[in-house]
């Protein structure tokens, strides 16, 4: 087999940007050395190599690759669907038993101080399959960079409760596809809120209040998405004038439908918001665009509102009493 990548060269002499992403991410998953040859289609230059696959394969995005074999040639657009058919994933190891109490109270105690990466890679090497990276679209992509830094395969889920924002919605595809992961998707089940909105309409939650629609839309579809698991990973950050902080490591009681209590995992628990945005700008992890219009969480678009981190008014169901004030993370959805 001999693999092909056609890369796109702007006139200017810089790599399209989706190219030089998709390099990056076949590196950071240890792929890049599969690729036996980079072929350029470079602006202006018609006579330029990449053009004439381009046009033997009738493709019109970049990147692309090319599978030779047995002299059979096939096109692929998507790196995803390359590392998937063509190139050996690192097998996780199976999923393991869930940790007893004693074993987390030991861990808690021996990551306390750790850097989040080694919190999340000693999540991944102790539960490999058992584990998964919890999305919601906000500031917890800092942690599906770290996993994707670690080179260790991974699992990422996120809850839809079919109101999120569509910037948020587009955000999460456009970091599916830069990290080359698979992002498994929760949704509420169709009957229940069929039956919800028959009885008591679409925007219940500004009467009756949000618990139902949030057992509903969030609650079930998360204790669904831990089912059979042994540990998640939350993007929970440090909450300002907080004196006793998140526990890094804790056992999470059962949730409603579960059948047994979960590890969760929170590596960005000793992080402010400005530590992780900081960690963002270095690294140039893609962030949700909502933030630049204001939001400092980012949840479901009827229920949650753009006020800043610094501003006391509530974020959340802002017309009930006592409703979310704080800005845990960025990324509370989950
Ligand atoms: Fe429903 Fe609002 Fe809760 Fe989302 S945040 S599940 S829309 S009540």
Redesign the pocket.
Known sequence: MRITMIKKRLANGDPCQKCAQTEEMLKRRGHWGAIDEVVWAIEGEPDAPGWAYAKRHEVEVAPFFVIEIDGEETAMTSPLRLIKTYLDEPKASPAAAPADEAEVKAWAAGLEGAEPEQILAAGLDRFGEGIALAFSGGLDVVLVDMASRLGRPFRVFTID?G?LHQETYAYMDDVRRRYGVELEVFLPDGAEAMEMMRRSGVNS?LRDG?AQ??AV??VRPLARALAGRAAWVTGRLAEPGTESPAPIVAIDPKREGAERDVVRLDPLARWSRDRALEYARAHDVPLNPLFDRGFSMI??A??TRAVGPDDARSV?WWWEAGSDVGVAGGGDGI
């Open positions: 409760t109101r939650f949000h629609c949030c839309r969030q949840g479901c009827p229920c959340r």
